[in-house]
């Protein structure tokens, strides 16, 4: 019995749910950031309006500012947006029983009773003008056969439009797309692949799948197989990891590298928890700094061997840091990225890597004694900084 997927996307999510609750926010451009009282209000959602005038998801509130002079700051509210989600899921529920969230705007919608394309097709139809006329919400519907061009379609008619991908035509209508409009092919990836020829989902589909997971890692075998429709091993309910990462910007610059290394080393605890929930390894290490005007540098260095050693991933981290920041400039935020990572345990003679030449401990107390408990701003799965 073929199984169908809907994707449910509700468009501009935040942004579309501050409009619903005042309604004179649709005349003006306008952003959903985070708390305005700490430094990294970063761009959540934004209107049509903001949109329009070139305000882009991920931006700082600083930079959308110089953008669009005239846009207007809403702080995000999540206890309203998750209403709103929950709403959203009781409308999917009386339609299937096996509703897989994707986040608090988007839901798989899996429908394994001998529904036709033809009738899911119309089950989307139905679903979102139930969304629009009940809750208010433009939601865009992606069908297919399984989870993954399902999501694809969903963002082809946006906004509150309706895609179908078939086995028949998702050669022709996926293939010729570029490669990161695949699910978790990020900038990064993008780059990689680039580099060796490999623009488009089709150039990923017709690809060695050998070669990719050379060059990617487990997922670049992953990412063969979505290309080519196959999401057999795809569980959505858990996270797809090709990188984990975390930025933190403290209350106040950093001025000195003893902060820097203390921010550093409480950045990859977190990503080595995370890798071995996980039971992942790295053998990539990024460091992302920016300083106090908002200009950039990413670097990006191997190590030596696969690994979820705290110690040796800060070593890393930090010697980056150390041998690429000038401190010309107060330091804004710090963030870390491990990447190239796999169920890969390669044994070395020599941990070499795996002791710290500095007193941690001291610079960290002395970090939380000024600033507090520091928040992660983001972490990172498929996205780049």
């Not at 169908?4 to 468009?11: A, E, K, S, T």
């Not at 670097?299 to 890393?316: C, E, K, P």
Request: net charge neutral.
């Amino acid at each position: 019995m073929e199984r169908l997927v809907l994707h449910c996307d509700m468009d501009n999510y935040f942004a579309s749910v501050e409009e619903k609750h005042n309604t004179s926010l649709k005349k003006v451009p306008f952003a959903v950031c985070g708390d305005p009282e700490m430094r990294h209000s970063i761009v959540m959602s934004k209107n049509t309006l903001a949109k329009r005038a070139g305000v882009k998801t991920g931006l700082s509130y600083y930079q959308a500012k110089q953008i669009c002079p005239h846009l207007e700051y809403v702080k995000a509210d999540m206890p309203k947006y998750l209403v709103e989600t929950k709403n959203a899921r009781e409308v999917y529920r009386k339609y299937t029983d096996k509703i897989v969230p994707y986040g608090m705007d988007e839901s798989w919608l899996v429908f394994e009773n001998g529904v036709t394309p033809d009738e899911a097709t119309q089950l989307a139809e139905v679903i979102r003008v139930e969304m629009m006329y009940s809750l208010g919400l433009s939601t865009s519907v992606g069908v297919s056969f399984n989870y993954i061009f399902s999501k694809l379609g969903s963002d082809m008619n946006k906004p509150n439009g309706i895609s179908i991908i078939t086995k028949d035509n998702y050669q022709q209508k996926v293939w010729q797309l570029p490669a990161n409009e695949l699910l978790f092919v990020g900038d990064a990836r993008k780059k990689v692949l680039a580099s060796v020829g490999i623009h488009t989902i089709g150039d990923i589909a017709r690809a060695d799948p050998q070669y990719l997971r050379k060059l990617l890692g487990k997922v670049g075998y992953d990412l063969w197989r979505f290309a080519n429709g196959d999401d057999k091993h795809f569980d959505p309910s858990i996270d797809e990891i090709g990188s984990i990462g975390n930025t933190i910007t403290p209350p106040e610059d950093l001025c000195n590298n003893e902060d820097v290394s203390a921010v550093i080393f409480l950045i990859v605890n977190a990503i080595c928890a995370r890798l071995k929930k996980h039971n992942l390894k790295t053998r990539c290490v990024s460091v992302c700094m920016r300083n106090n005007k908002f200009e950039k540098v990413i670097r990006q260095r191997s190590l030596n061997r696969f690994t979820d050693d705290v110690n040796a991933i800060f070593n890393r981290a930090y010697e980056l840091f150390k041998d690429n920041y000038r401190w010309q400039h107060p330091l804004r935020s710090i963030g870390v990225r491990v990447d190239n990572l796999d169920e890969h345990d390669q044994l070395s003679l020599f941990d070499d890597d795996c002791e710290l030449t500095i007193d941690i401990d001291s610079r960290i107390q002395s970090l939380t004694k000024r600033f507090g408990a520091l928040n992660f701003e983001k972490t990172a799965t498929t996205k780049d900084w």
